[in-house]
Structure formats: structure tokens, C-alpha cells
Nanobody, 124 residues
Framework: QLQVVESGGGLVQPGGSLRLSCAVSGSTLRYYAIGWFRQAPGKEREGVSCIDDSGDVTTYADSVKGRFTISRDDAKNTVYLQMNSLKPEDTAVYYC?????????????????WGKGTQVTVSS
């Protein structure tokens, strides 16, 4: 059974940076696409950034393009989300999810394995 665990969340001031990590265990990361999703209170879950199983295809929400970067290190079984120029509207619980042989699309319904989430709060 694949397990997915997020880390790296926290409190940061507007304009600051955080790097989230998604650690995968129970199988080899290279067989999976990974997606980062977020959900703010009272809002629907949205896809933030996704990467396919090869690492060649990445997808970003318009709201984070140019500020967030997704990357993967298959040797470490870890996917990262570097978040720069953070805004208060980025505040949410961020979830990592895995899809076997996925194409890197940020469609939540396609992802089979989910972490429990990590809180990101952007506030002065």
C-alpha cells in the first residue's frame, strides 16, 4: 500500500517562501504522478501543481504560475513544491496525492493515494 506524507508547512509572512515535501513509501516513486492540492476554509479543493511519472510534464494553477515550482527526486522518493512570493490567499491545507502512471493532470479524482495534509499560513 502506497503511503504519502507531506511536510514543510508553517507560518510565513507575505512575500516569504516555503518548500513542501511529499515523501512516498511502500513503492517506487517513479511509477507515480504526484499532485499538490490545497483547500482553504469554506472553499473547494483546488489543484495547485502536478507532475507526471517521468517528470517531463508539469501543470500549474494560474494563481501560482511564476511563483511555485514542482520537482521530483525519484532517488529520494520525494516530490517538492517550492513556494515563493507567498500571498495571504495561499493560506490553506496542502495535500499531496499520487496516481499510478499518471500524466500530471491536476484532476483530484484521478489520484488514488492521499496524504493527511500540511497547513500553510501566510500572514503578517
Amino acid at each position: 500500500q502506497l503511503q504519502v506524507v507531506e511536510s514543510g508547512g508553517g507560518l510565513v509572512q507575505p512575500g516569504g517562501s516555503l518548500r513542501l515535501s511529499c515523501a512516498v513509501s511502500g513503492s517506487t516513486l517513479r511509477y507515480y504522478a504526484i499532485g499538490w492540492f490545497r483547500q482553504a476554509p469554506g472553499k473547494e479543493r483546488e489543484g495547485v501543481s502536478c507532475i507526471d511519472d517521468s517528470g517531463d510534464v508539469t501543470t500549474y494553477a494560474d494563481s501560482v504560475k511564476g511563483r511555485f515550482t514542482i520537482s521530483r527526486d525519484d532517488a529520494k522518493n520525494t516530490v517538492y513544491l517550492q513556494m515563493n512570493s507567498l500571498k495571504p490567499e495561499d493560506t490553506a491545507v496542502y495535500y499531496c496525492a499520487a496516481e499510478a502512471y499518471g500524466l500530471g493532470r491536476c484532476r483530484a479524482a484521478s489520484y488514488d493515494y492521499w496524504g493527511k495534509g500540511t497547513q500553510v499560513t501566510v500572514s503578517s
